[in-house]
């Protein structure tokens, strides 16, 4: 079974400022894929940002990066010098990446965290 | 740019109706999903699809059903909607290989009267 707890319900930043926002997990899995999305109001789900178990460096996708610490299984995502329109839930989620396994194909996301962006 | 379409959008309908959920993808994705997301919720999966006649339940219960008759097709359907079915229904698509991600369509916001 796999497990993503996102513990910040809301966070607030500043335009310009970077932000963290956290994500745990729990797995059983031997390899497995950490996934960002980002969902604003309109409600599409928007793919930011993926790293793999098994990569020796952090990912990054322009101002998003993933700051990962597997032998803590966290996987938190850093937005540096926030837009306003960066204001969304951002959901974090996991599957497995061994083909054959029950996760695989399959993503667990957890409860989102919404960011709100000042000016 | 993924391209998946789900329509419709927005739906308001009465209880006992039947609905069907259209989403459609044009990028040849052997694997398709539905979820289930409340307002303000994590999305659970109801339903997926790992290619033409292939249908699978997901973690979460739903009475809803799915069909796979064409690779690029995968709609959902509920026989008779009721207001616990009210939520917002979001379909996505993945080609398979270890690195590959879910794109996601824009969803169908239901509310059952």
């Known amino acids: 079974a796999q497990k993503i707890t996102q513990t910040q319900p809301g966070m607030f930043v500043q335009e310009k400022e970077a932000v963290t926002l956290d994500c745990t997990y729990d797995?059983?899995?031997?390899?497995?894929?950490l996934f960002w999305y980002k969902q604003p109001s309109s409600g599409e789900m928007i793919f930011l940002i993926y790293?793999?178990?098994?990569?020796?460096q952090n990912a990054t996708e322009g101002r998003y990066s993933l700051n990962f610490q597997k032998a803590r299984k966290s996987a938190n995502l850093v937005i540096s010098a926030s837009q306003l329109g960066d204001s969304a839930m951002y959901f974090c989620?996991?599957?497995?990446?061994?083909?054959?396994?029950?996760?695989?194909?399959?993503?667990?996301f957890g409860q989102g965290t919404i960011l709100t962006v000042h000016p | 740019e993924a391209d998946i379409y789900q329509t419709p959008r927005y739906l308001v309908i009465g209880t006992g109706k039947k609905i069907t959920l259209e989403c459609s993808q044009t990028?040849?994705?052997?694997?398709m999903y539905w979820y289930q997301q409340d307002p303000g919720m994590e999305l659970h999966l109801i339903h997926y699809?790992?290619?033409?006649?292939?249908?699978e339940k997901g973690d979460l219960s739903s009475e809803s059903t799915v069909s796979r008759i064409r690779t690029e097709h995968f709609p959902l359907t509920l026989e008779s909607a009721r207001p616990s079915h009210t939520s917002q229904y979001l379909c996505?698509?993945?080609?398979?290989?270890?690195?590959?991600?879910?794109?996601f369509g824009p969803g169908t916001r239901l509310l059952v009267l």
């Open positions: 996505a698509s993945m080609r398979t290989g270890s690195w590959e991600t879910q794109y």
């Open positions: 797995t059983s899995d031997p390899s497995y894929g």
């Open positions: 989620a996991m599957r497995g990446l061994h083909a054959g396994g029950t996760s695989y194909g399959k993503l667990t």
């Open positions: 990028m040849g994705h052997d694997k």
């Open positions: 790293q793999g178990s098994y990569d020796q």
């Open positions: 699809s790992y290619g033409v006649n292939s249908t």
